[in-house]
């Protein structure tokens, strides 16, 4: 059992402290390598879960948990994980959830949208501005924007400019 205490509270401080899953690796490595695994087993941890869909830092979170505690270590980790950005999140959707009907949440959110697309159209202006093959990234991000006013599921649209993607940069 204190084995187990021992795992929940490693991660808890660890999603309690970063917000991403490389910070969370750099902690993880900080906080175990010399002390509960060495450093090859956590290089095996960080690239098993780096090659599997989802998450990189639970699946990270469940191979350490694993490795140190067997399957209830894994759960163990997992919750420890999950549990501050579930409560945080709820807590965050309790508040709006009180505030909703306030006339300044909804001129905050009108506040945030101009904001938000400049952020955007600054994102894509370093993405084209920084890459050597200009016209091709171009050409795909003009035929995405036709693609979506057509209503084309967007789902659909990456995985054609992903598939289109692979002839066009080689």
Do not use: C, H
């Not at 869909?53 to 399957?71: E, R």
């Not at 945080?88 to 009180?98: G, K």
């Not at 200009?134 to 693609?147: D, Q, R, V």
């Amino acid at each position: 059992m204190e084995k187990w205490l021992q795992i929940f509270w490693l991660f808890l401080k660890i999603n309690l402290l970063t917000t991403s899953g490389p910070a969370s690796a750099g902690l993880l490595y900080k906080e175990t390598v010399g002390r509960l695994m060495t450093e090859e087993e956590f290089i095996e941890a960080v690239g098993f879960s780096s090659v599997l869909p989802g998450s990189d830092a639970l699946q990270l979170a469940m191979f350490v948990g694993y490795a140190l505690g067997g399957i209830p270590g894994a759960l163990v980790a997992l919750l420890g994980s999950i549990l501050p950005p579930t409560v945080l999140m709820l807590t965050i959707v309790t508040l709006l959830q009180r505030i909703r009907g306030e006339a300044w949440v909804s001129n905050f959110v009108q506040g945030l949208a101009p904001a938000v697309a400049v952020l955007m159209v600054l994102v894509a202006w370093k993405i084209f501005g920084e890459d050597a093959r200009n016209w091709k990234a171009l050409f795909l991000a003009l035929a995405s924007f036709i693609a979506f006013q057509l209503k084309v599921p967007p789902a659909l649209v990456l995985l054609a400019s992903g598939l289109i993607g692979i002839w066009l940069f080689r």
